[in-house]
């Protein structure tokens, strides 16, 4: 049986998990001792709930994909539909809320991998992430960005590196000066010296971004 991945949740694992970021790089250090103490949290350990609010809030600026979100769920009593409620519902009340087509296609396909069981979340804590990846990039609209914001936030997984997110991009551009955004390669090497522990050093980079970061 594949072993159960342990999660950062809980904060002795996260202190496990910084001390050895100290150790394994001084730079990220610098910026832990900037930061202070990890706060990576799972949002919503919901696997559909967190792919439905990250499909919805694709490619919309926060105010507007919430208002959408607020009307959407009004429709279901204030919460995000089980996938059959979702599925049964029409296309001109969920346009009505805000959806566009394309958006309602997605949520729609999503939906439907849950109602029929092409994603079954109850394998999903013994399940390695790539796996976890290929199953929700069978979605329509989700790609790996999305999965690995589930891996991180919905799953609590430990060693997970957006390589696509901007913002730790341009954190590891700016912490060892780069002269451009490092591309996925070259992140993946200034990461290896982070394993297994490379969610919670995207945790510190993403913050490294909103705080002066000693000389």
């Not at 001390?19 to 799972?42: F, K, Q």
């Not at 105010?63 to 429709?75: D, S, T």
């Not at 729609?108 to 399940?127: E, K, P």
């Not at 996925?184 to 490379?198: F, M, N, Q, S």
Request: charged residues 25%.
């Amino acid at each position: 049986m594949t072993p159960t991945p342990a999660t950062v949740s809980p904060p002795a694992h996260r202190a496990v998990a910084v001390r050895h970021l100290r150790r394994a790089d001084a730079r990220l250090a610098g910026v832990i001792s900037a930061v202070g103490r990890c706060r990576l949290e799972v949002r919503d350990p919901n696997v559909y709930r967190s792919l439905f609010r990250a499909v919805l809030y694709q490619q919309l600026a926060g105010n507007a994909a919430a208002a959408i979100e607020r009307r959407v769920k009004a429709l279901f009593g204030g919460r995000v539909p089980s996938p059959p409620r979702f599925l049964s519902a029409s296309d001109a009340d969920l346009r009505a809320a805000g959806l566009s087509r394309q958006k309602l296609a997605y949520l729609r396909d999503l939906a439907d991998h849950f109602a029929t069981g092409r994603i079954s979340t109850r394998r999903f804590h013994r399940m390695p992430d790539e796996e976890i990846i290929a199953a929700v990039t069978a979605v329509k609209g989700i790609g790996e960005w999305t999965a690995h914001m589930l891996l991180l936030f919905g799953l609590g997984r430990p060693d997970v590196l957006p390589v696509g997110d901007f913002g730790v991009r341009k954190a590891a551009q700016q912490l060892y000066g780069l002269r451009d955004l490092p591309q996925r390669d070259d992140l993946l090497r200034i990461a290896e010296p982070w394993r297994p522990y490379r969610s919670v050093a995207s945790w510190y980079l993403w913050r490294s971004l909103d705080v002066k970061l000693p000389e």
